[in-house]
Each structure stands twice: as structure tokens, then as C-alpha cells.
């Protein structure tokens, strides 16, 4: 089983970019596929990106394909959320979330997940 904890989150201004990071602990990351969600008060979370375990699969939401880039290095047991360009729309609360195996479509539901990490805020706002 993986501990999660994302960092990287803060204050920043339209068309600016962040980078967050999902540092896990435990056995296995490289086993594990990674998503990321966001999540903004009064709504559940929304899934914006997901990575395979050998970080050959990418997926992404409509609203930030372009924009983000999911990447992972499995031997610093890390995911990256790179996040460009961003829109006061993006503001929210960032988790990763980790669940073990391989599938044929990467974009799972926030249920599939059995893994989450703390969260961490953004907020884009001029």
C-alpha cells in the first residue's frame, strides 16, 4: 500500500504556471497507476489526469488537455502535474490518488482509487 503527499500548490495569476508533485511512499509505485484530482467546495472531485504505472499512458479532461502534462519518475517514487496556462477555473484542491494494476483505459473514476494523498491548494486569481 502507497502513503501519498502532494506539494506544490499556492497563490498564482491567470496564464501563470505551478507544478505539483505526488511524492509516494511505500512499496510498488511503479506498479501503480496515478491520477489527479481536483476538487472545488460544493462539488465532488474531478478527475483531471491519470498516468499508467510505466508512465506510458496519459489521459486528461477536455478542459486542461494542452495545458497539463502528467508525468511520473518511478525511481524518485514521484508523479508531476505540470500546469500551464492557468485559468481561474483551475482553482481547487489538487489530490493525487494511487490504485495498483494496469488497465485498458486510464481513465478511471474516483472510485477505482484506493490511495489519496492530503490534497493541496490552488487558487488562480488575479
Known amino acids: 500500500q502507497l502513503q501519498l503527499m502532494e506539494s506544490g500548490g499556492g497563490l498564482v495569476q491567470p496564464g501563470e504556471s505551478l507544478a505539483l508533485s505526488c511524492k509516494a511512499s511505500?512499496?510498488?509505485?511503479?506498479?501503480?497507476?496515478i491520477g489527479w484530482f481536483r476538487q472545488v467546495p460544493g462539488r465532488g472531485r474531478q478527475a483531471v489526469a491519470s498516468?499508467?504505472?510505466?508512465?506510458?499512458?496519459?489521459t486528461y479532461a477536455n478542459s486542461v488537455k494542452g495545458r497539463f502534462t502528467v508525468s511520473r519518475r518511478n525511481g524518485q517514487s514521484t508523479a508531476y502535474l505540470q500546469m500551464d496556462n492557468l485559468k481561474s477555473e483551475d482553482t481547487g484542491v489538487y489530490y493525487c490518488?494511487?490504485?495498483?494494476?494496469?488497465?485498458?483505459?486510464?481513465?478511471?473514476?474516483?472510485?477505482?482509487?484506493?490511495?489519496w494523498g492530503q490534497g493541496t491548494q490552488v487558487t488562480v486569481s488575479s
Open positions: 490518488a494511487g490504485v495498483r494494476g494496469i488497465f485498458s483505459d486510464y481513465w478511471l473514476p474516483e472510485s477505482e482509487y484506493n490511495e
Open positions: 498516468i499508467s504505472p510505466g508512465g506510458d499512458t496519459t
Open positions: 511505500g512499496l510498488h509505485f511503479d506498479l501503480h497507476t
